[in-house]
C-alpha cells in the first residue's frame, strides 16, 4: 500500500498529462476549418466573364489569403473581399468571401486547379473546377467613345504612323479630375493582319495612383483610313492620390505579324512563302508604343467646420440597421452601416458617431464588396459597431455621418443615417470585482494539513535505502519533462511556420518545382510531349509564384522583370528564365515533339531554377 506522498505525486503526474492534452487539443491546429470554391456561370462566350468565389471559414478574426492555382488561360482580376465575424459561446470565428473575375484569352473546355489555404499548419484544398468557353462571342456593350481633347490620342494619326496595319492607342476619359476622382484608362489594340503570336502587353507604371482593373476585355471591329480592323480594348480605373500635373508613361506591345519578304528566285521552294499560297516566311517582330498622357489633378478644397475632412470623394449614400431593438443589460446591440456609391470603394473611412452615456461601444468587422459592371468603380463597405448598455432604461443609438466630396456639385456632402432606439431591460450591471475574505478558523483549518507531521517510526526509511527517490524517481520525472521539451518544441514550430505561410512557401518553392519537374521526366514514356512541355511551363510558373509571393497569372513579362529586379535577381539568370518560358510558349503550340525534347526542356528547366536560387 502506497504511503499518501507517494498518491500525491501519482495525482500531480495525472494532472500534468492532463494539462498537456487539454494544451494541446486547444491548439489552433485543430480549429474548425472549411474551404470552397465556385465558378459561375460554366459557360461563357470568348467576350464575357465568370465569376470565381472562395469561401473560408475557421476560427479567429485574421484569416490568410487564398492561393489561387496558375490560370494562364484566364485574365483575373481582383473584385473584392467580403468578410462576417461571429462570436458564439466564447469562440471568435470569421467567414471570408474572395471574389474574382475571369476574363478567357481564348475558347476552349478549361479545367481551374484546387484553391490552396494554410491555416495553423494544416492544408486546405479545394476540388478543381470546370469551365467551358465558346468560340462565339456574347453581346457587346456599348460603350461612348472617349472624348477627343486632352488624354486621347487619334487612332487615324496612330494608323498612318504605323508601317504595319497593326497599331495601338490610349486615352482617359477626363484630362482633369480630382484628388481620389476616377479617371478610365482606355488601351486599344488594332489589328488588321494575320498574327503569329499572342500579343505582349506591358500597361504603364502607374505611380502615383490607385488602380482598380474594369474587366472584361471588350472586343470590336471598327474601320479606320478604309481598313478594317479588330480591336480590342482594356479599360483600368486610376485614382490619383496627389495633386498636380501627371505624366501617365507609354504602354508598350510586342506581337510577331506574318513578314512581307518575297520569294527568293534562286531558292525554288521561296515561292510558297509568298502570300498568295498562305506563307509567313520566318515572322516580323513588331514593338509599339502609344503616346504619353498627360492629366491635371486638382487638389481638393478645404473643408469648413464642422465637415470632417475624409478624402472620399465621389456619390455615396449610407445606411444603418440592426436586428435587435430591446435587450437586456450587459447584452451587445450589432449595429451594421454600409456605406454604397460610385468611387474608390476601398478607401472608405470608419463613420463617425457619438459617444453614449452608460454605453460602452466599439468596432466590430468590416467587409467590402467592389464591382465594376458598365466599367465604373461602384459597391459597398459594410462596418459593424457593438454597443452594449449598462443600465436600464431607453437610448438612441445617434446617427452616424460621412462626409465626401461629390465632383459634379464641386461641394462637400454629408450622407447621415437615422438614429435607433433601443430599449435597455433589466437591473444595472455591477462591474466591480468581487473581494474573497477568509476567516481566522478557515485559515488555521487549511495550514493544518499542511503542518501534520508522521510520528509513526514505521513509515520512516533508512538512509542507504534509495526509497522514494531512487532510480523509478527521476524517470518518472525527468522522461515527462523531455517530452513536454519536445512536444513544445514542436508546437511552436507549427505555430511559426503557421504564422508566416508566405516564408513557408518561399523556402518551399524549389523543391516543390524539382519534384514537379521529376514526375514529369518519369511520365514521359508516350511518343507525346505536349502534356510534359505544358507541365514544365507550369512548373516554372509555380516557381515565381511560391518563390516571390507574386501570383504569376494576370502579369506581363515586363511586371514579372520588375519583381525579379527587387528581389536583386542576376540578369543572366533572370534572362535564362525568360527564354525558357518563351520556348515553353512556342512548343506547347509546336506539333510533332518527341519525349527526348521534353526531357531535354525539363533538364534546362531545373537548372534555370537553380540559377535562380543562386543568384538570389
Known amino acids: ?100 473575375v475571369l476574363s478567357p484569352r481564348s475558347a476552349g473546355r478549361f479545367t481551374i486547379g484546387p484553391v490552396h489555404v494554410q491555416i495553423g499548419g494544416v492544408g486546405y484544398a479545394t476540388p478543381p473546377m470546370i469551365l467551358t468557353v465558346s468560340g462565339t462571342a456574347g453581346p457587346v456593350p456599348s460603350l461612348a467613345a472617349p472624348p477627343a481633347p486632352g488624354g486621347r490620342q487619334d487612332e487615324r494619326a496612330a494608323a498612318r504612323g504605323s508601317k504595319r496595319h497593326v497599331f495601338i492607342t490610349a486615352s482617359l476619359d477626363k484630362d482633369t479630375v480630382y484628388v481620389n476622382e476616377p479617371v478610365t484608362y482606355i488601351f486599344r489594340f488594332y489589328n488588321a493582319e494575320r498574327l503569329l503570336s499572342s500579343p505582349d502587353y506591358s500597361r504603364p507604371s502607374f505611380t502615383n495612383f490607385w488602380v482598380e482593373d474594369l474587366p472584361p476585355q471588350r472586343k470590336f471591329s471598327t474601320v479606320v483610313d478604309g481598313v478594317a480592323y479588330d480591336v480590342t480594348e482594356i479599360r483600368t480605373a486610376l485614382f490619383p492620390t496627389d495633386a498636380g500635373e501627371k505624366t501617365i508613361p507609354a504602354a508598350e506591345v510586342k506581337a510577331t505579324v506574318r513578314s512581307l519578304q518575297r520569294p527568293n528566285p534562286q ?81 472608405i473611412p470608419s463613420p463617425q458617431v457619438d459617444t453614449i452615456p452608460s454605453v460602452r461601444s466599439f468596432a466590430g468587422g468590416t467587409s467590402e464588396d467592389v464591382g465594376t459592371a458598365d466599367y465604373r468603380v461602384q459597391g459597398k463597405k459594410t462596418f459593424d459597431q457593438v454597443f452594449v448598455p449598462q443600465r436600464p432604461g431607453r437610448f438612441d443609438v445617434p446617427s452616424f455621418a460621412l462626409t ?38 478557515q485559515i488555521s483549518d487549511l495550514a493544518a494539513d499542511v503542518r501534520f ?71 514521359l514514356a508516350g511518343p507525346s510531349s505536349g502534356g510534359a512541355v505544358e507541365a514544365v511551363h507550369h512548373a516554372l510558373l509555380n516557381y515565381y509564384t511560391d518563390r516571390f509571393n507574386c501570383p504569376a497569372q494576370g502579369q506581363t513579362r515586363a511586371e514579372m522583370r520588375a519583381t525579379l529586379k527587387l528581389e536583386r535577381i542576376a540578369p ?34 531545373r537548372s534555370v531554377l537553380e540559377a535562380l536560387e543562386t543568384a538570389s
Open 1 to 100: 500500500m502506497r504511503d499518501p506522498l507517494t498518491n500525491r505525486i501519482m495525482t500531480a503526474r495525472v494532472l500534468l498529462a492532463v494539462a498537456l492534452a487539454a494544451s494541446f487539443l486547444s491548439s489552433p491546429v485543430l480549429a474548425t476549418t472549411r474551404l470552397s470554391a465556385d465558378v459561375q456561370p460554366k459557360k461563357i462566350a470568348i467576350n464575357e466573364n465568370a465569376t470565381l468565389r472562395v469561401v473560408l471559414e475557421s476560427e479567429g478574426k485574421s484569416l490568410p489569403e487564398p492561393q489561387l492555382p496558375p490560370i494562364t488561360d484566364f485574365q483575373v482580376f481582383s473584385s473584392g473581399r467580403n468578410q462576417s465575424i461571429t462570436f458564439v459561446n466564447g469562440r471568435l470565428s470569421s467567414s471570408v468571401t474572395h471574389t474574382y
Open 267 to 347: 531558292d525554288p521552294f521561296s515561292v510558297f512563302q509568298d502570300p498568295f499560297f498562305g506563307g509567313f516566311g520566318q515572322g516580323e517582330d513588331l514593338h509599339l508604343a502609344t503616346d504619353a498622357l498627360r492629366l491635371t489633378v486638382r487638389p481638393l478644397p478645404p473643408v469648413s467646420a464642422p465637415l470632417e475632412a475624409t478624402g472620399l470623394v465621389g456619390k455615396f449614400s449610407i445606411a444603418a440597421h440592426t436586428d435587435v431593438h430591446s435587450v437586456n443589460v450587459g447584452d451587445p446591440v450589432t449595429v451594421s452601416v454600409t456605406v454604397s456609391g460610385e468611387g474608390n470603394i476601398k478607401s
Open 404 to 441: 465626401y466630396f461629390d465632383p459634379t456639385r464641386r461641394a462637400y456632402q454629408t450622407a447621415r443615417t437615422d438614429s435607433i432606439p433601443i430599449t435597455v431591460t433589466g437591473a444595472a450591471a455591477d462591474f466591480t470585482i468581487p473581494s474573497f475574505k477568509l476567516a481566522p478558523g
Open 453 to 523: 507531521l508522521k510520528t509513526d517510526s514505521d513509515h520512516l526509511r533508512r538512509a542507504e535505502d534509495a526509497g522514494l527517490f531512487g532510480s523509478a524517481f527521476w524517470a518518472g520525472h525527468v522522461f515527462p519533462l523531455l517530452g513536454l521539451s519536445v512536444l513544445l518544441g514542436w508546437r511552436r514550430r507549427t505555430l511559426k511556420e503557421a504564422a508566416d505561410p508566405v516564408g513557408r512557401k518561399r523556402r518551399r518553392a524549389y523543391r516543390a518545382a524539382v519534384a514537379q519537374l521529376q514526375t514529369v521526366v518519369s511520365a
Open 572 to 605: 543572366a539568370a533572370m534572362a535564362q528564365y525568360f527564354e525558357l518560358l518563351d520556348d515553353c510558349d512556342r512548343r506547347r503550340y509546336a506539333p510533332g515533339q518527341d519525349g527526348a525534347e521534353a526531357a531535354e526542356l525539363a533538364t534546362r528547366a
